[in-house]
């Protein structure tokens, strides 16, 4: 039976591609359908040109679709992606001015903090839209979310459309096993471990080879050896003070704690300094970017003219979806969902990351337990923000908006709650034309 996957936001040809390329690699999607859906037509063109040559170099006999309207071609999907960016990079540039004009610097600002809230506002509605179209017009698909803010979206979509499975995924967690397997030259399929919490704040709560505890080594080499620590500064701080590895960036997990970027001091200390691709430089983001931009058309012709690597990339979509609608060879992975019964000390209903089984009978978290102590308050804090900012988003309640604002680290550490309240005030104004929830009171 051929199978059908939609991609939604596909002219993020970089990711798109990749996935195209790990999907094709199952016998079982040889010969499906991939349809490519996203808004900027020439985005979207220049997806389906990178995707068809995988499918030449490959010799897949795989079929591909592409269109500016999801409708055409969900009826009949068996799993849907999502990889959006429900704006313009000109908006998500302004959130982080605006930031920085009232004295908050961030990173990235897509996950959390001010600017990662009002990015959530903003894209949650595009979400519940594309997922009430999932409900008629291909309910059993799988979807999996690779869209930012992670947690919100994910918390928010799984509690308004239930019957749909969803869950959320990100790099993090693989990212990391590589790193340590780099660090400590082991294998990387011989490292085995439990990681939980939420997403880009999940810490690696077990680290063994052979049953054989590899914290000890890690911590040994990584404040041994100046070239490891200088590659990751604020997680190795992380690190030596709570014992744990988290697994997102520097950069990131800068902008989610208060110790990092609240003077010009600090900023030098821990987010300008060492070689990891994210420091935490302020509005690091925005220069990647336009980078990006700027060079997108060069690195499209090179990759269609010089020999395509066809091998099997790590991240988890394909091979979710060879467990529940191809050979289905059970997977395990580390995915978005609802704590119901997962974790204890974290919120009940709250999006944690757990490991997750998925197969043909779909997709089963597995418990863990509790967070140790020693890094919960700052899990916990987030925690509880995302479910202020998604009930305010269910509410249309600027002023839940503002309260999880004000507990936000980075904001807190920065501004009193006056400018706090300066800084949602100019967030809303500026984010109003895409704030259909707040209509009423915004």
């Known amino acids: 039976m051929s199978r059908k996957f939609v991609f939604i936001g596909a002219g993020s040809y970089n990711f798109s591609r990749s996935l195209a390329r790990d999907i094709l690699t199952f016998p079982a999607f040889a010969d499906c359908t991939l349809a490519l859906v996203d808004i900027d037509p020439a985005g979207l063109e220049n997806a389906r040109r990178a995707i068809q040559r995988i499918i030449d170099e490959g010799g897949y006999p795989a079929k591909l679709v592409a269109t500016t309207d999801r409708t055409e071609v969900l009826p009949g999907a068996d799993g849907v992606v999502s990889m959006l960016m429900a704006q313009p990079l000109s908006v998500f540039r302004r959130d982080l ?26 894209t949650v509605p595009v979400m519940l839209d594309i997922l009430s179209d999932i409900r008629r017009l291909c309910p059993g698909a799988v979807f999996l979310n690779y869209t930012n803010p992670m947690a919100m979206l994910c918390r928010a979509m799984q509690e308004a459309a239930p019957e749909i499975v969803t869950t959320g995924l990100c790099h993090s967690v693989q990212g990391g096993i590589a790193k340590f397997a780099k660090i ?3 294998p990387e399929d011989e490292i085995s471990y439990l990681c939980a919490g939420i997403n880009h704040m999940a810490y690696y709560l077990k680290l063994e080879r052979n049953g054989q505890d590899l914290y000890p080594e890690l911590r040994r080499r990584t404040f041994s050896d100046p070239e490891i620590y200088e590659a990751d500064i604020v997680r190795n701080e992380v690190f030596r003070a709570f014992g744990y590895y988290v697994t997102e ?19 030098e200390k821990y987010c300008y300094r060492g070689t990891s691709w994210n420091t935490g430089r302020t509005n690091f983001t925005i220069e990647v970017r336009e980078e990006r931009a700027r060079t997108y058309e060069k690195d499209l012709e090179k990759f269609l003219t010089e020999p395509v690597d066809l091998r099997r990339g790590n991240e988890y979509a394909s091979r979710i979806f060879n467990a529940m609608v191809g050979d289905g060879a059970m ?7 609802r704590n119901f019964g997962l974790i204890d000390n974290l919120p009940w209903g709250a999006c944690v990351e757990v490991p997750v089984l998925a197969s043909r009978d779909g997709l089963q978290p597995m418990r863990v337990g509790r967070i140790p102590d020693a890094v919960l308050p700052l899990m916990s804090l987030s925690s509880q923000l995302e479910e202020m900012a998604v009930r305010a988003s269910f509410e249309g309640d600027p002023e839940l908006v503002y309260q999880a604002a004000c507990y936000d680290p980075i904001t807190a550490a920065a501004l009193d709650l006056g ?7 100019d967030l809303f104004a500026f984010s109003r034309p895409w704030l259909p929830q707040f209509n009423k009171r915004v």
Do not use: M, Q
């Not at 990235?108 to 809230?117: E, F, L, P």
């Not at 520097?250 to 900023?267: C, I, M, V």
């Open 97 to 122: 001015e605006i930031c920085l004009e009232h004295g908050v610097s961030v990173n990235v600002g897509d996950t959390r903090n001010v600017a990662g809230i009002f990015r959530f506002l903003r």
């Open 184 to 186: 400590l030259d082991v």
């Open 249 to 267: 960036s520097s950069g990131h997990f800068s902008e989610y704690a208060p110790w990092f970027r609240k003077r010009p001091d600090t900023l």
């Open 331 to 337: 997977y395990k992975f580390n995915g978005n969902v």
């Open 419 to 425: 400018e706090i309240r300066a800084l949602v005030d």
